[in-house]
């Protein structure tokens, strides 16, 4: 039983570090599609969303298929066949200007949970936009500049967290999280929905 369920959680996590990246490059293109496709495309959706609607629509039947899906990506990316076709399409969608900068910046999204955050010193909390408001953020480098230390401190944005901003802030102004930078990551990817234990 634990070869099998080791089995299941190793191939399950090969395949979430296969799909984040194609996932958040398909998201932002089709919102840039949207975007430029103005009024037209909203009726396009109406008719598609009509034609495609099912009365036998079973409850919870999109997430399994997600799980599924990811499963077998997680097949195809841990066998010799599978990798090749990977590296296939890797090679392909970063040769593609648009698509190049999305995928790239996603791919280091995922690397950087996947490997526990190693590009990021540590997670901390912020005041931004504004006082009183706390933001999650990533010490990415801290700096000494004319006699005072300064963190420079990358906050995420959401539901795209392959952008964001990189801002100074004075050491003192700068909270510690309590979180890794592994639950960090997994708050940001997640919108939110996933919650450390070490906030709540």
């Known amino acids: 039983m634990k070869v099998v369920v080791k089995h299941l959680k190793g191939t399950f996590f090969a395949g979430i570090f296969i799909v984040i990246p194609f996932g958040i490059t398909i998201f932002i293109l089709k919102f840039l599609f949207n975007f430029a496709d103005g009024i037209l495309g909203s009726h396009l959706d109406s008719v598609m969303a009509f034609y495609g609607r099912s009365e036998g629509h079973i409850p919870g039947i999109g997430m399994i298929t997600g799980a599924v899906v990811v499963y077998l990506t997680g097949l195809v990316a841990t066998n010799v066949l599978g990798k090749r076709l990977l590296k296939f399409s890797d090679?392909?969608?970063?040769?593609?200007?648009?698509?190049?900068?999305?995928?790239?910046?996603?791919?280091?999204?995922?690397?950087?949970?996947?490997?526990?955050?190693?590009?990021?010193?540590?997670?901390?909390?912020?005041?931004?936009?504004?006082?009183?408001?706390?933001?999650?953020?990533?010490?990415?480098?801290?700096?000494?500049?004319?006699?005072?230390?300064?963190?420079?401190?990358?906050?995420?944005?959401?539901?795209?967290p392959t952008s964001g901003f990189a801002l100074w802030f004075n050491e003192s102004d700068v909270y510690e999280s309590g979180m890794t930078v592994e639950d960090a990551v997994k708050f940001v990817v997640s919108g939110g929905v996933v919650i450390p234990a070490a906030v709540r």
């Open 91 to 160: 090679d392909l969608l970063t040769r593609i200007p648009l698509v190049k900068s999305i995928y790239t910046s996603s791919k280091q999204l995922t690397k950087v949970f996947s490997e526990g955050g190693s590009s990021y010193r540590r997670a901390v909390f912020v005041e931004w936009p504004r006082p009183g408001v706390r933001a999650v953020g990533f010490v990415t480098a801290e700096v000494e500049r004319e006699g005072e230390h300064y963190v420079v401190v990358y906050i995420p944005t959401m539901p795209n």
